[in-house]
């Protein structure tokens, strides 16, 4: 069951594809949305489900945006955390990440807390210089585990920067290999983008929630645990938030849905036939 939950990641990005049709999704004609926008403030809460048990909650949460030398940033947190009295499971994770304004990554720290203390991994991403900083350590009492550089001549996706460049880029028929920066390895993900809409229904919503569907392949194992193939639903509007994901893991299939969200504004998008 610890294996189960350890395997997850910020939802949407590694997801198991299943080719087999769900009875409650249907297609019908897309239409692109390319005008997608963060909303600092926005925070979305999913529950992990593994058959019948709730496993824990994953939130991820749009901090900031900041313009420096006409480019603009965004910085994002996302954290998983395992309900209480569930056996063998007791996970608490922090991830962070700096993106700039093509969803690439130019910081990344994570967090692992523990009953006696807690890691870090950074990665700093100097493009200018071609270089990723990386440092490991313990937060307290201080301890610097790895100090050391390694080249970096393009740039790099971190776990949760991965989201939201899948996210900013749903919704149409495309393919992207990108290059990834996990666990102090130049890795690929593949992704394929789909524009066909589908209805997805999840138990925060009263109808068939209008989505746009990805899949892909990550050929190693992520700093989250996962690998392998992924798929993940997002609304079909500008706010493209990740609606549903399902996983494949060692002891059985475990589902990531939708429980909550605060963004000005949003209403998910309705699904209709045509």
């Known amino acids: 069951m610890k294996r189960a939950f350890i395997l997850l990641v910020i939802p949407f990005i590694i997801f198991i594809p299943s080719r087999k049709s769900n ?14 926008k963060l909303q600092v ?22 901090r900031s945006q900041k313009d420096e030398n006409g480019k603009t940033y ?17 996970l608490h994770q922090i991830y962070i990440t700096t993106m700039n ?22 990665y700093n991403f ?31 996706q971190d776990g949760l920067s991965l ?11 495309r393919i992207e290999n990108l290059p990834c920066f ?15 809409v589908t209805g997805i229904s999840i138990d925060a919503v009263n109808y068939p929630i209008a989505c746009t569907h990805l899949d892909g392949r990550m050929k190693f194992i992520s700093i989250f645990g996962l690998t392998g193939y992924f798929e993940g639903w997002f609304s079909n509007d500008e706010a493209a938030i990740p609606i549903l994901a399902k996983m494949k893991v060692i002891v059985g299939d475990v589902k990531v849905e939708l429980k909550s969200w605060k963004r000005v504004g949003w209403i998910p998008p309705k699904y209709t036939k045509n």
Request: no cysteine.
């Open 126 to 156: 100097d493009y200018i210089h071609s270089i990723i900083h990386i440092k490991k350590g313990k937060i307290y009492p201080p301890q610097l585990w790895t100090d050391s550089t390694t080249t970096a001549r393009k740039e790099y």
């Open 182 to 196: 996990i666990k102090e390895k130049k890795e690929n993900t593949l992704i394929n983008f789909y524009a066909p």
């Open 74 to 90: 965004y910085n994002a947190i996302g954290y998983i955390d395992s309900y209480s009295g569930i056996p063998f499971v007791n």
């Open 23 to 36: 009875e409650n999704i249907k297609s019908y004609n897309y239409s692109f949305y390319s005008n997608k």
């Open 101 to 122: 304004s093509d969803y690439y990554s130019v910081f990344f720290r994570g967090l692992v807390k523990s009953m006696d203390y807690t890691t870090y991994t950074d």
């Open 41 to 62: 403030g926005e925070e979305l809460t999913y529950v992990v489900s593994y058959s019948f048990i709730k496993l824990g909650e994953i939130k991820i949460i749009v």
């Open 163 to 173: 989201l939201y460049f899948a996210r900013m880029n749903s919704g149409q028929n």
